[in-house]
T-cell receptor, first 113, second 115 residues
Framework: GNSVTQMEGPVTLSEEAFLTINCTYT??????LFWYVQYPGEGLQLLLK?????DKGSNKGFEATYRKETTSFHLEKGSVQVSDSAVYFC????????????FGIGTKLQVIP | ETGVTQTPRHLVMGMTNKKSLKCEQH?????MYWYKQSAKKPLELMFV???????ENNSVPSRFSPECPNSSHLFLHLHTLQPEDSALYLC??????????????FGPGTRLLVL
């Protein structure tokens, strides 16, 4: 079956530091890949996505590239802000009819001033 | 504001109570979901409704009973819950086209505590 692996954290960074959150996956087909973010007291919201190999998703300074050869979708940001403190979830979904979304465990990011 | 609302936001109930969680989506989507979010565990998919028909029931105990009266509303009826059912219950919706790249839109969740 499908699975997503990401570090649990917390990851603690100083403001303006570089961020990488690793995500690797196993899937039987050709999935779409997602990063969702959950701010305190809120539900998840889409941060970015990529639907095929070598696509790069980007939003709010965050980027992730769909790497089929390494089955990875690592999240990066060049300069984090305190407001980026949240939990980040990597997820995948196969195509073709109804397919459920498989989520990683979530990585908590804390950015300190 | 994601277009998905959930009520109540917080709920405390005893093990013998009956309560219901409500979800409403204002996005015109054709699929709705219930997830359970517990600390240090991946999101657990509980139920999926597509075009108001249940398409997935992820081995959820019968003390959880979903209801989808129309494409905009989803309920989760709770009865004789256990303390281990305490969690954040998230509702989501999406517009399914079969491509797999559809985004799910989540509500803020109901924080449930079972005493």
């Amino acid at each position: 079956g499908n699975s997503v692996t990401q570090m649990e954290g917390p990851v603690t960074l100083s403001e303006e530091a570089f961020l990488t959150i690793n995500c690797t996956y196993t899937a039987t087909g050709y999935p779409s890949l997602f990063w969702y973010v959950q701010y305190p007291g809120e539900g998840l919201q889409l941060l970015l996505k990529a639907t095929k190999a070598d696509d790069k998703g980007s939003n709010k300074g965050f980027e992730a590239t769909y790497r089929k050869e390494t089955t990875s979708f690592h999240l990066e940001k060049g300069s984090v802000q305190v407001s980026d403190s949240a939990v980040y979830f990597c997820a995948l979904r196969d195509s073709g009819g109804y397919q459920k979304v498989t989520f990683g465990i979530g990585t908590k990011l804390q950015v300190i001033p | 504001e994601t277009g998905v609302t959930q009520t109540p936001r917080h709920l405390v109930m005893g093990m013998t109570n009956k309560k219901s969680l409500k979800c409403e989506q204002h996005l015109g989507h054709n699929a709705m979901y219930w997830y359970k979010q517990s600390a240090k565990k991946p999101l657990e998919l509980m139920f999926v409704y597509s075009l108001e028909e249940r398409v997935e029931n992820n081995s959820v105990p019968s003390r959880f009973s979903p209801e989808c009266p129309n494409s905009s509303h989803l309920f989760l009826h709770l009865h004789t819950l256990q303390p281990e059912d305490s969690a954040l219950y998230l509702c989501a919706s999406s517009q399914e086209t079969g491509t797999g790249g559809e985004t799910q839109y989540f509500g803020p969740g109901t924080r449930l505590l079972v005493l």
